[in-house]
């Protein structure tokens, strides 16, 4: 038996006070988003290969909201439920980084 996942997607949802300049993920709904990855992780039989974690800050305020997806070290940057779903079902799924929404 082996144990262990292919990958790891860090979602930050870290929140700060509203007004904080540094801005937060989590005033995007990022636990929401989540929570609707992996639903889609679930449906569509991936949730033994990938895990959906939560972060905290992931020290790329200014870009947010981020994900990261390991091993690879992938960075995204995604905002609506269309862009989880791509990132999942072409990323994770199909192996093709969504390069539209890839963080410089
Ligand atoms: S709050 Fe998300 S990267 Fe800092």
């Known amino acids: 038996m082996s144990i262990g996942y292919e990958y790891h ?5 870290n ?16 636990t929401e988003l989540r929570g609707y990855m992996k639903d889609l992780l679930r449906e569509h039989g991936l949730k033994a290969r990938c ?16 994900l990261v997806i390991y091993p690879e070290n992938t ?10 779903e791509e990132i999942v079902l072409s990323h994770i799924r199909d192996g093709i980084p ?7």
Do not use: M
Not at 20 to 25: E, L, V
Not at 52 to 62: I, S
Not at 75 to 84: K, L, M, N, R, S
Not at 98 to 104: A, G, K, N, Y
């Open 9 to 13: 997607i860090f979602v930050c949802e």
């Open 15 to 30: 929140l700060r006070e509203p007004g904080d300049k540094r801005g937060s993920c989590g005033s995007h709904a990022t």
């Open 51 to 66: 895990r959906a974690n939560k972060a905290g800050c992931l020290n790329y305020c200014k870009l947010g909201p981020v």
């Open 75 to 84: 960075w995204y940057h995604f905002e609506t439920q269309a862009d989880i």
């Open 98 to 104: 969504v390069e539209r929404l890839l963080l410089p």
